[in-house]
Nanobody, 125 residues
Framework: QVQLVESGGGSVQAGGSLRVSCAAS????????MAWFRQTPGKEREGVAA????????YYTDSVKGRFTISQDNAKNTVYLQMNSLKPEDTGIYYC??????????????????WGQGTQVTVSS
């Protein structure tokens, strides 16, 4: 049974940095895609960043380009999201997700099969 466990969320002032981690376990075959999503009350889950696990290709939603970096440590089966220059609108629950096939939709929640429980990120102004 695949498990994704996020850690590293917290509270920070605007302009600060946080790094969240996602440790994966239980794979019989490593997923091809890992991603980070975020959600705030009343809004749909939004794709933030994704990475192709084989070659490290990364994808970002426009609002975080230049500020967030997704990376992976394959030896540890862990994916990271480094968040710099944080803004209050980055506040939300951040979820890690994994999938084998995403059909070209790298940041679409429906394309991801496995999900973590989420970690809260709060950015104050």
């Amino acid at each position: 049974q695949v498990q994704l466990v996020e850690s590293g969320g917290g509270s920070v002032q605007a302009g600060g940095s946080l790094r969240v981690s996602c440790a994966a376990s239980g794979y019989t075959r490593r997923s091809n895609y890992m991603a980070w999503f975020r959600q705030t009350p009343g809004k749909e889950r939004e794709g933030v960043a994704a990475i192709t696990t084989d070659d490290g290709t990364t994808y970002y939603t426009d609002s975080v380009k230049g500020r967030f970096t997704i990376s992976q440590d394959n030896a540890k089966n862990t994916v990271y999201l480094q968040m710099n220059s944080l803004k209050p609108e980055d506040t939300g629950i951040y979820y890690c997700a994994a999938s084998y096939s995403i059909y070209g939709y790298t940041l679409a929640a429906w394309a991801y099969l496995y999900w973590g429980q989420g970690t809260q990120v709060t950015v104050s102004s």
